[in-house]
């Protein structure tokens, strides 16, 4: 991920310049920083996650789930904006606007669900943590595609790594919904030959 050289922005000049076009962008702290594409384990795992709790928040009438590449604004105390986009976000149905803006969300989700790249370092991880914390989300989970793991941070400042053999929970968040690690680090499924 590289920093473009730009001037620093807000969440309303990025959304003008960059909302709905191919780049693949977000906003850090008033920053533009290319993002590049996911490698196949990434997707992987988004989808084995965000299926099973789109259907269980559908089901039930929950709110909404929000795929990867949903741009979200976040406003930091210095006074620069981010927009970020998580690879899943949920916001319940309580919080939910009635109309859907023309521009990134303003609100931070209830959960976002981070799937984790080779190329991210740990403090970069704990950053972006830290910074959807802040805005106010109350579950992030870091799923680790290549340790087989799941981290929970919780708004309460508790964190919680999950290997297979356990089962991640929606907590508060969403209540009833469990799913076994072991479900989102399942081998590739090939065809016989």
Not at 39 to 59: D, S, Y
């Amino acid at each position: 991920m590289g920093t473009l050289k730009t001037k620093k922005m807000t969440a309303a000049e990025f959304a003008v310049r960059y909302a709905d076009r191919d780049e693949r962008v977000e906003l850090i702290c008033g920053e533009v920083h290319e993002m590049s594409p996911a490698l196949p384990p990434h997707g992987m795992q988004v989808v084995r996650i965000t299926l099973p709790i789109a259907q269980f928040v559908q089901e039930r009438g929950l709110g909404e789930v929000f795929g990867a590449e949903t741009g979200f604004t976040i406003r930091h105390p210095d006074g620069t904006e981010s927009v970020r986009a998580p690879d899943l976000a949920f916001i319940s149905a309580e919080r939910l606007p009635p109309d859907l803006p023309q521009s990134f969300w303003e609100i931070a989700p209830d959960l976002v669900v981070e799937v984790l790249s080779p190329s991210e370092s740990q403090p970069y991880v704990q950053q972006k943590t830290a910074m959807w914390l802040a805005a106010g989300v109350r579950l992030v989970w870091n799923v680790d595609p290549y340790r087989k793991t799941v981290t929970v941070h919780r708004a309460d400042g508790s964190t919680q790594t999950l290997k297979p053999g356990d089962t991640l929970s929606g907590e508060d968040v969403l209540p009833g919904f469990e799913l076994p690690v072991s479900q989102i680090f399942q081998p590739v499924r090939s065809r016989p030959r």
